[in-house]
């Protein structure tokens, strides 16, 4: 799905994925391909989509009415489909980063506890 430019991929948890579209289309509306760029623009390098997993993901947000996709032409005059955050996915993409961020932290917590006694 997701690869690290490190010797490993690392594994996402589920929703990750639709999380991190939703937020690069919030950016302002992108073809299928600078969805990706956006991505690891925004990840500095360091995360990778693959195209495999990034055009199922579209599909299925489209169709959950989170973003809706219009023809129109790429920089480099080709027919290419253009997706924009609706109401619904700009509602989701804010619930969906309160519970990533409420996980994280929770999980930050976990990772920095201390054995008693030490």
Known sequence: MMEARQEKGIDLLQGTLDLLILKA???????????LLRIQQISGEELVIQQGSLYPALYRLEHQGAIVGEWGESENNRRAKYYRLTAAGRERLGE???KWERMAGIIGTILSSVAEGA
Do not use: C, F, I
């Open 25 to 35: 289309v919030s950016l302002g509306p992108l073809h299928g391909y600078g969805v």
């Open 96 to 98: 969906e980063t309160r």
